[in-house]
């Protein structure tokens, strides 16, 4: 199985880079991951509706450009389906055995995912309602993602 996790700016902070890295070492065990960055743009303080959404086409046209038309592509969004952590396992294995071998995860900037690529994605997940920094999200994902494959593979892993 092939991850790409394609997202927005790059991390600032070294503890949120080494949880992505050793997240995507333990990864290496069950899948071959590789995260790409694109740059972000800065949102001025008080940009209106229409910067703010130039802003997310943008970024989201530099994701479209990393995205290969083998890969399943499926946007974090507010507005994904959501999961726990064992559905979210099976829901993976299942995308696999039906033949999906490279998962695209695609976590947007501080103003999310323009619509194009949302319209580009064969789903989207939603891991809470509640707003994290997008630095973080990428952690949250890793971790959810080793989480997923232990419990594929019916290895121990914390509840």
Do not use: W
């Not at 899948?31 to 970024?59: F, H």
């Amino acid at each position: 199985m092939n991850i790409t996790i394609l997202c927005v700016g790059k991390i600032k902070e070294r503890f949120y880079t080494d949880a992505v890295a050793e997240y995507v070492k333990r990864l290496g065990r069950y899948a071959k991951v590789n995260v790409i960055e694109v740059p972000d743009e800065k949102t001025p303080d008080n940009a209106s509706e229409v910067a703010e959404e130039k802003i997310r086409l943008t970024e989201s046209e530099r994701l479209l450009a990393k995205i290969k038309d083998n890969m399943y592509v499926i946007a974090l969004d507010l507005r994904g389906q959501e999961y726990d952590s064992v559905a979210f396992s099976e829901h993976l294995d299942k995308l696999m055995l039906k033949g999906n071998s490279h998962l695209a995860f695609v976590i947007g900037g501080s103003l999310g995912l323009h619509k194009s690529l949302l319209s580009r994605a064969q789903e989207s997940i939603c891991f809470s309602k509640m707003t994290f920094p997008h630095q973080l999200m990428r952690v949250i994902l890793c971790e959810q993602l080793y989480r997923a494959c232990r419990i594929r593979n019916g290895e121990p892993y914390h509840k």
